[in-house]
């Protein structure tokens, strides 16, 4: 049986959906949490069937998966039994409106050793326009809480380029976000994703994209936080040394990984599928033992390949590129690639094309 290391868990359940969010959430429902948590951990046994699931990494994400209530996250936690004990790190996404000192402490508890707060700003502005229920201070206190409770590995996500959001105002929330001393900060450019109420006022010409703005604000920030001490390690993503996120360098290095929940993706071996995002068919797939996929794909070896180099491309450790040589050698040329320990790194001027550099290896 194939071993699955990566285990990733999917609560599509928001206190609020954000206008620029395109993963499959739904409106916070206490009615519906304990059905859900019964539904995960039965597709869990389901999927034990075909794999032996021994995760050194699970990424409990969403949606907002501290807006689950103690007892829930109890359950759930509990329920994995001895396959959460075995995870070197077990992420939970927070989000800073639903999380209280004695959830927190139970998290810990349980074995969940890093936090990802999605504090996307310290600008008040900024978080209105994100339809972000929370301000700064409340960022502030959910650090607090998350270190009080013993958390020695939080990460702190940001959106930079918010519309209408002043230049010297991310620099401002950059300050802030280092202030605290997280051990890791994911730094985005906002994305306007398809069937987003972002999207569509930036088709309508309400929003105007500014490419010089954002070229500044990426470049600025990885400058200043590398000489602030954090290795930027990915395109959006920077860490003190030793506390890069495992789980998210498992995707980016081609691993496997197993997804549960309504929209997780998994790929094992040579399938990939998502579950369907339902909500009422994931639920009640747990009573009919049949859960709903979609998007079913076979992965031959070439295509693992292509796609490694896409991700792994991405990363400060870079790829061997082996197989692609011309392909390298004319990002070389164009000055977006370069070798170096016998590893291809995209530079600085590739980093900001590396959408556009990635689909060179797509096959078709």
């Known amino acids: 049986m194939k071993v699955i290391e990566h285990l990733y868990i999917h609560v599509p359940f928001c206190p609020r959906v954000c206008p620029y969010c395109a993963f499959y959430v739904v409106p916070a429902d206490r009615r519906k949490s304990g059905p859900l948590v019964e539904a995960l951990l039965a597709e869990l046994r389901f999927r034990e069937r075909a794999s032996e699931i021994r995760p050194r990494t699970i990424y409990l994400g969403g949606g907002t998966p501290s807006a689950l209530s103690t007892g829930d996250l109890a359950r759930l936690i509990g329920g994995l039994g001895d396959r959460a004990g075995g995870a070197v790190e077990f992420t939970i996404e927070v989000n800073p409106t ?15 050793n890093r936090a990802s707060l ?18 700064p201070e409340r960022i502030r206190r959910t650090f607090e809480i998350l270190r009080g409770a013993g958390f020695g590995n939080i990460g702190v996500d940001l959106i930079h380029g918010v519309p209408g959001q002043a230049e010297d105002s991310w620099w401002e929330t950059l300050d802030e976000a280092l202030g605290l001393h997280p051990e890791h900060l994911s730094a985005y450019g906002l994305t306007y994703e398809e069937d987003t109420p972002f999207f569509d006022r930036l088709a309508a010409g309400e929003w105007v994209r500014d490419e010089a703005l954002e070229i500044r604000l990426f470049l600025g920030t990885r400058r200043i936080l590398e000489g602030a001490g954090y290795v930027p390690y990915e395109v959006s993503n920077f860490a003190l040394p030793g506390f890069e996120s495992e789980h998210n360098l498992a995707y980016w290095r081609g691993r496997d990984y197993l997804g549960l929940g309504p929209s997780a993706v998994s790929t094992i071996g040579g399938r990939r599928w998502r579950t369907a995002a339902d909500l009422g068919q994931y639920l009640a797939a747990a009573d009919s033992g049949e859960w709903p996929e979609e998007e079913v794909e076979y992965l031959d070896e070439d295509l693992r390949r292509r796609e490694r180099m896409m991700f792994g491309l991405r990363t400060r450790e870079g790829v061997d590129g082996a197989g692609f040589e011309e392909e390298l050698a ?16 995209l530079t600085a001027e590739g980093l900001l094309r590396a959408d556009a550099v990635g689909a060179l290896f797509a096959r078709g």
Do not use: C, M
């Not at 004319?330 to 790194?345: I, K, N, Q, T």
């Open 98 to 112: 639903t999380l209280s000192p004695e959830k927190a402490g139970l998290l810990r508890s349980l074995g969940v």
């Open 118 to 135: 999605g504090a996307q700003s310290f600008d008040v502005g900024a978080l209105a326009t994100l339809g972000r229920q929370h301000g």
């Open 330 to 345: 004319g990002l070389r040329e164009a000055g977006y690639a370069d070798l170096s320990g016998g590893r291809w790194r």
